[in-house]
Structure formats: structure tokens, C-alpha cells
């Protein structure tokens, strides 16, 4: 039996998150800092600040952004949700790697699912709120 941590070893931490139709598998492992999402760098997927700020927060939160290599395969919804799913994924994956960890990422809302989905469209309507024009006369 080995005397190492799983935390030094070369053994990945899986993590998934989901976000509205968003998917994303999240595996990690310590190592130099790498970060690729769909084989592409997270600044080349997430374009905007705003995307990439979602989806690598919980990694400056723990301050492992240097620690550890995160390889994401991400599919389904818009951009923004595959942000979310890949931050839930994330800090489920550092929950794994260090679950010292956890009881900061839980009290921070990172491990919340944020359950808010579309809202299905209804009979008689145009589309879920919005109705079809009334004319009185």
C-alpha cells in the first residue's frame, strides 16, 4: 500500500455539474495549472469576463489555480450555463481532492445546484407567459 495522498498522487478527481441544459464533466489532478474546457483553453471557450470568471472561481477561492491540471468536457445549453455547470463541476472535483475543503465551498454556494429551468410552454398560449393577442372587439 502506498504511503502518498490521493491529493499528490497522478489519480483524477471527477466532478459533474449541471446548469439549466448544460452538462459538464470536470476531472482534476494535482499538477502545474493547466486548464483546458472541449480541448481549448478556458480564455479561448470563455470569451467573456464574465463566463470565465464563473467557471474558474472556485479554483481562486481555494487558491489550488496553480496546484492543480482541470481538463472539462462540456456540452448542452449556452454558453453561460456551461459556465455554471463547469463551476459546479469544479467545486464538486475539489470537494473530492481535498475534502477539507468542502465545508468552505458549501458555505460559499458553490456546491448548490441552481435548480432554475426553462418553463415549459402552455396550451392555448404563445409561449409559457405570453399569450395569444385578445381583441375585445
Known sequence: MSTESPATS???FHGTGRRKE??????????SGKFAINKRTVDV?????????????PLKFTSL???????VTA???????QAGAVRMGLA??????NPELRP??????????????????????KGARKRFQFTKR
Open 10 to 12: 497522478k489519480t483524477w
Open 92 to 97: 464538486r472535483a475539489i470537494s473530492r481532492f
Open 104 to 125: 468552505a465551498l458549501r458555505k460559499n454556494g458553490f456546491l448548490t445546484r441552481d435548480s432554475r429551468m426553462k418553463e415549459r410552454k402552455k396550451y392555448g398560449q
Open 65 to 71: 489555480s496553480d496546484q492543480v491540471d482541470v481538463v
Open 75 to 81: 456540452h448542452g445549453g449556452g454558453v453561460g450555463g
Open 45 to 57: 471557450y470563455f470569451p467573456n469576463f464574465a463566463w470565465k470568471h464563473d467557471a474558474i472561481e
Open 22 to 31: 448544460s452538462v459538464a464533466r470536470v476531472f482534476l489532478r494535482a499538477g
